[in-house]
């Protein structure tokens, strides 16, 4: 590039004649002007083509010539001298700009290579620093974890008063562990925290740290704590620290790979820093089964702070957040819709809210109502709805009672959900119909009877098809899948079958990779095994004979209620207790 410079400045000249033909065309006085300079000649030659007068310019080398300002003079031409450029001026224009210039291209691509200033500042920490100003978060913005919330109260008091607990002779926790489902607001939580303490927050993800070249990952953690230590007091958080801490040692492959280097240097880090200059990690996880367990020893993360799925004021509180920007409907009830959404976290409750400001406005109206709602529950819950689906008429006759089966074994037995609604317009990927059952309140456990009652629900669409049609078809697939997942966990976890005893064969949240390489070890023998496949068998089998002799019972029921749902495709809680009702009074 450099050559390429030169030349086109210095080089040659494009359209450069002879010094021969240059004195033919001045005595031709064809020369309208020139430039002398002590090594060339610059001017330009007049032309005549067709009638039309051109310009053309020209360049020739310079000849020890004293007759030519005469012959210049004699014609009229107009000459002119120049300076020439000094060794300085040419040394500048022929190395130190093209140099320059290409520097700057090389720092420009350079910095493409990443978003910390490029392959130089590899080892540079990646983490964002957010400024107090920039933190708007605080604890009124979060709801439905008071809990936790209290618990990392102290944490900020920790943060704006340290000298309350050092002059006690108190040492400040060096990190707190977040600990809950996706979604509960481990991520918000700790902003709210920053916010409320008034502090820096520093916030990276635990893959953030880790890269193919060695070293890397251990160089970010020691850039981040350098930077943390110039801002105390602040908050570093780590988020899905299991990324980066899961236990060592577990590598298949073995040897000491850069996940494991960059985890000790953390650990080195979280033991080196002194708390006492008011600076706190937090991280979050969702598989706290999977961290190392020297991450969680006492000096390292002191605290562990559980973010739980909300319950029902918790949720109706989550709502009153995430619709502040909503207009709703004067009818609408945010505690009915938090009883409608048992086990939703608040991620899935903003999503219903978005979900159902977006129903509304499709439908051009002012307010979101609560049937925007409800179908927008649905929509998280079931999937998109498919009308325009064709089914022909056997399967629909089919899928009706199927749906029909489910709701009457749920509507017959006393330990299950209230049937919300019954629909044979398909949902979702593969879902041709589905039965919406919610609880009346929050669930925390189940005893035994309420189990196999909730088999029986999932199986009462497959007995309702054999029954009708004397045939099954495998619309009944997925129930089948949970009916014998909590039949195989009744035995295995909770010690449910009178057979095997109150033995639990396996630990629930135990990750598999810690065990071998090869896949989870079984802490039974193949005898127990084969016990456990047939106490499943048999307590689906007990259920599938239960429920069938209830839908027999139920049969003229079944059959009128699945009519009625192929004529009007939805049926509501309402319709079907009073279909019900009447059915009793005719037999009363």
Not at 232 to 251: M, Q, S, V, W
């Amino acid at each position: 590039m450099l050559v390429s410079l030169h030349t086109y400045l210095f080089g040659p000249v494009a359209g450069s004649i002879s010094y021969s033909e240059f004195k033919r065309l001045v005595k031709e006085g064809r020369v309208e002007s020139c430039q002398i300079t002590s090594s060339l000649i610059r001017g330009t030659i007049k032309e005549d083509e067709i009638g039309l007068q051109k310009k053309k310019t020209f360049v020739t080398a310079r000849v020890d010539d004293p007759e030519l300002v005469k012959e210049l003079e004699a014609k009229g031409i107009k000459y002119s001298g120049d300076y020439e450029s000094t060794g300085i001026q040419k040394f500048l224009f022929t190395w130190i700009i093209p140099i320059g210039i290409f520097f700057l291209i090389w720092r420009f691509a350079f910095k493409k290579f990443g978003p910390t200033g490029g392959v130089m500042s590899f080892g540079r920490s990646k983490g964002k620093l957010y400024a107090q100003e920039d933190l708007k978060f605080s604890f009124n913005d979060v709801a439905g974890i008071d809990e936790a919330k209290e618990e990392l109260s102290e944490v900020v008091e920790f943060l704006r008063t340290p000298h309350k607990f050092t002059n006690l002779g108190g040492k400040i926790p060096k990190g707190v562990l977040l600990v809950g489902a996706p979604g509960t607001g481990k991520t918000l939580l700790a902003k709210a925290v920053a916010g409320e303490a008034g502090v820096p927050f520093f916030s990276i993800s635990g893959s953030e740290f880790v890269e193919m070249f060695v070293g890397v990952g251990a160089a970010r953690v020691r850039d981040m704590f350098n930077q943390a230590d110039q801002k105390a007091p602040c908050i570093i958080f780590i988020d899905e620290l299991d990324a980066l801490g899961k236990t060592r040692g577990i590598n298949p492959i073995g040897g000491h790979d850069e996940r494991e280097q960059t985890l000790n240097q953390l650990l080195v880090e979280m033991d080196g820093f002194d708390s006492n200059k008011g600076f706190i990690i937090m991280s979050a996880t969702n598989r706290p089964e999977t961290l190392d367990p020297a991450l969680l020893r006492p000096g390292r993360f002191d605290r562990q702070v559980v973010v739980d799925r909300p319950d029902l004021n918790g949720r109706e509180a989550i709502l009153r957040i995430h619709t502040k920007g909503v207009k709703l409907d004067t009818n609408v009830n945010l505690k009915s819709i938090a009883a409608m959404t048992p086990g939703f976290v608040g991620a899935d409750l903003a999503n219903i809210v978005n979900e159902a400001a977006l129903l509304a406005a499709r439908r051009n109206k002012q307010t979101v109502g609560t049937s925007e709602i409800e179908e927008a529950i649905e929509r998280v819950m079931a999937g998109l709805e498919k009308k325009k689906r064709l089914i022909n008429k056997k399967e629909k006759e089919i899928v009706a009672h199927h749906e029909c089966g489910h709701a009457l074994v749920a509507s017959s037995l006393s330990t299950t959900d209230k049937v919300k609604k019954i629909s044979i317009i398909p949902r979702g990927v593969a879902a041709l119909g589905y039965t919406l059952q919610l609880p009346t309140e929050d669930r925390y456990m189940m005893t035994k009877v309420e189990l196999v009652d909730r088999i029986s629900v999932l199986l009462g669409g497959r007995v309702a098809e054999e029954l009708i049609f004397n045939e099954v078809s495998t619309g009944a697939q997925n129930d089948l899948e949970k009916a014998s997942d909590i039949a195989r966990r009744m035995v295995k976890y909770y010690g449910m079958s009178d057979k095997l005893g109150i033995v639990t064969f396996e630990q629930e949240n135990k990750p598999a990779f810690l065990i071998g390489a090869l896949g989870p070890k079984k802490e039974y023998s193949e005898e127990t095994a084969r016990e456990i496949d047939l106490e499943v068998k048999r307590i689906v089998d007990e259920t599938y004979r239960k429920t069938k002799e209830i839908l027999e019972k139920k049969k003229d029921m079944l059959i009128k209620l699945a009519k009625t749902l192929m004529e009007k495709e939805i049926i509501e809680e309402e319709e079907l207790e009073k279909i019900l009702n009447e059915e009793k009074e005719k037999k009363n």
